[in-house]
């Protein structure tokens, strides 16, 4: 018995179906943002940690960028998504002041004004200040963050996040656990015996020569 040969459709139609897949199972390759190597606008803040339950190590601190939007390549997918990233996280290095106390200096133009997409020169915007702090409780790590708009902390306004006393892990069995954090509005509307259970974490921008 004689067997039928695949049309010239079928046979097109398959090849169209395996590019496709293969456009799809494509990996997407994106420039490498870039940090600013001499930024020079600075904003200096201070990171405060209150009535702390165990010592309180130095925070790691991030500035998180946000490209102009206007800078990115047209959306031109099926799926109606944007692939290119439009975010670029910087660590910036704290220095200890206190026991409880931190300063550091997050930047204005901390990323690299450049023509990443050959749409012209990208532009940064700093959106969130964040310090990340690596404690250790009953002999296990755990991380407490906490994260600021930039425009607040620039505009003079103290952001107060609040971590319960017990530090307990918001996940477990992952390699590094996190406790969450709470933001001032939530803690104000605790009753007053709930609130013992929480100390606070303060960033706020930190006026050089005085006194705070």
């Known amino acids: 018995m004689l067997k039928s040969v695949p049309s010239l459709a079928h046979v097109a139609l398959i090849a169209l179906i395996t590019l496709v897949v293969a456009g799809c ?3 997407r390759s994106f420039p490498v943002y870039r940090e600013n ?3 020079r606008d600075a904003l200096p803040i201070v990171i ?3 009535d ?4 309180v190590p130095v925070p790691s601190v991030f500035v998180t960028y ?3 939007p206007l800078c990115l390549p047209p959306v031109n997918n099926w799926e109606g998504v944007q692939y290119e990233p439009n ?3 910087v660590e910036v290095q704290a220095q200890r002041l206190s026991a409880t106390e931190f300063s550091s200096a997050v930047f204005n133009d901390g990323m690299e004004v450049a023509d990443y997409y050959g749409r012209g020169p990208c532009t940064w915007t700093p959106v969130l200040v964040e310090a990340s702090f690596p404690f250790i409780i009953d002999g296990r790590p755990i991380r407490a963050s906490v994260a600021a708009l930039f425009t607040e902390i620039e505009g003079g306004r103290t952001f107060t996040a609040y971590v319960k006393r017990a530090l307990p892990p918001l996940t477990t069995g992952q390699s590094t656990e996190r406790t969450p954090t709470e933001p001032s509005s939530w803690y104000e ?3 007053p015996e709930k609130r013992e259970e929480y100390f606070p974490i303060e960033v706020s921008t930190r006026i050089e020569g005085a006194s705070q």
């Open 25 to 27: 199972n494509k990996e």
């Open 37 to 39: 190597p001499a930024p």
């Open 48 to 50: 405060r940690v209150h």
């Open 52 to 55: 702390a339950p165990v010592d």
């Open 66 to 68: 946000e490209i102009d």
């Open 87 to 89: 975010q670029h996280r």
């Open 189 to 191: 509307k605790m009753p």
